[in-house]
C-alpha cells in the first residue's frame, strides 16, 4: 500500500514536468503529438516494471528494444534472476527462458503468462509506454489530456492507464512512468532511460 501511495503523489506531480510554454489548443498540439510519435519507428527503454495480480506479485528489470513491428524485450529479477527473454511480433512471438528453452505463439501475452505466470498487456504497451493510444485499437479508446497536449489518462482494451512525469528525449516528451490497471492486475513501470534512434 506504501508503494501505490508514493505512486499516486508522484503521478499529481506529473504537470510539474511540462515545458515551460503552454499551446494555445491542446487537442491540435495532441493531434500534432500523435503525429510525430507515430514516426518513432526505433527506441530503446530500460526500467523498472512491477506487477501484481490477485495476491501474486512480481518485481522486474526491462529492457525493451523497438524496430519497427519487431520487438525484444528483456525481463530479469533482482541481480539477474529468473530471466526471460520476449521477442518477435504482434503476430508471431518467441519466448526464451533462462535456460534457453525457446517456445513460440501468436499472442505475446499468453506466451509470457503461460510460461511465467506474468501478465503483462505487451501489445497494448508498446504504444502506451510512448504515451499514445493504440492505434489498432482506436475505435475503444477514451483520453485525458493535460494543458500541453500530452496524454495523462487512457482508457483502452478494457485497461486503464494512468502516465505520469514527462521527460524530454531528443526534443521529445515521453513518460517515465505509467500505471496500468484491468480488474486485478496493476501494472507500474518506471522508465530509467530512453533511447531514441534514427528510423
Known amino acids: 500500500m506504501r508503494l501505490a501511495a508514493v505512486f499516486a503523489v508522484l503521478l499529481g506531480l506529473a504537470g510539474c514536468a511540462g515545458p515551460a510554454v503552454k499551446p494555445a489548443d491542446r487537442h491540435q498540439a495532441w493531434e500534432a503529438r500523435q503525429q510525430s510519435l ?95 493510444p493504440d492505434p489498432g485499437k482506436n475505435h475503444d479508446r477514451e483520453v485525458v489530456l493535460d494543458d500541453y497536449g500530452r496524454l495523462t489518462e487512457l482508457r483502452q482494451r478494457d485497461w486503464q492507464v494512468s502516465l505520469g512525469e514527462y521527460v524530454e528525449v531528443d526534443q521529445v516528451q515521453l513518460p517515465e512512468r505509467l500505471e496500468i490497471r484491468r480488474n486485478d492486475v496493476t501494472v507500474r513501470l518506471v522508465v530509467d532511460d530512453w533511447r531514441l534512434m534514427p528510423g
Not at 52 to 65: D, F, I, K
Not at 71 to 82: H, K, M, V
Open 38 to 132: 507515430a514516426r518513432l519507428s526505433q527506441w530503446r527503454m530500460s526500467g523498472r516494471v512491477s506487477i501484481v495480480r490477485g495476491s501474486e506479485s512480481w518485481h522486474l528489470n526491462v529492457r525493451w528494444r523497438q524496430a519497427g513491428d519487431r520487438f525484444d524485450i528483456f525481463l530479469s529479477g533482482p541481480f539477474g534472476a529468473g530471466q526471460a527473454r520476449l521477442a518477435g511480433t504482434a503476430e508471431q512471438v518467441m519466448l526464451y527462458d533462462s535456460e534457453q528453452r525457446s517456445y513460440t505463439a501468436s499472442s505475446p501475452e499468453r506466451l509470457l503468462y503461460d510460461h511465467t505466470g506474468i501478465y503483462m498487456p505487451v501489445s497494448g504497451l508498446r504504444y502506451w509506454v510512448l504515451g499514445l
